[in-house]
């Protein structure tokens, strides 16, 4: 948790957001982050997401089970569902989404827009080109070149 701490107070100093993390696997940090949002221009660049981008780079394998993240701040619900995607094991984290708010780095909205009916969201989500979409999954069901995830 230092060390994610210490990420985070680094990346204020050139302008970027006060978020780090860390992922450990088997006694030893294989991945670290730090947001990138505005350095990047990526508003997907947050530290949990850099950590485990670099994490997987690191053991050449999208599924971290065993592995656990070290974050400066309760993750948001982008990171936290990276996070589930990655399959880490455990979560630490230092300050809240609710000291996260309190600078402005609120999450709430989001976190209240997820369970709303896709047709009650702020932003307007249109299905389109079903059947020609599934056909594409039907494809991948059935190919014998499938990676499962």
Known sequence: MKRAIELSKKNIETGGGPFGAVIVKDGKIIGEGWNKVTTNNDPTAHAEVEAIREACKSIKNFDLTGAEIYTSC?????CLAAIYWARLSKVYFANTKSDAANIQFDDDFIYTEIPKPISDRKISM???????????FKAWSSSDKKIPY
């Open 126 to 136: 249109v299905q389109m080109m079903h059947s020609e979409a599934l056909e594409v």
């Open 74 to 78: 309760e993750p948001c619900p982008m």
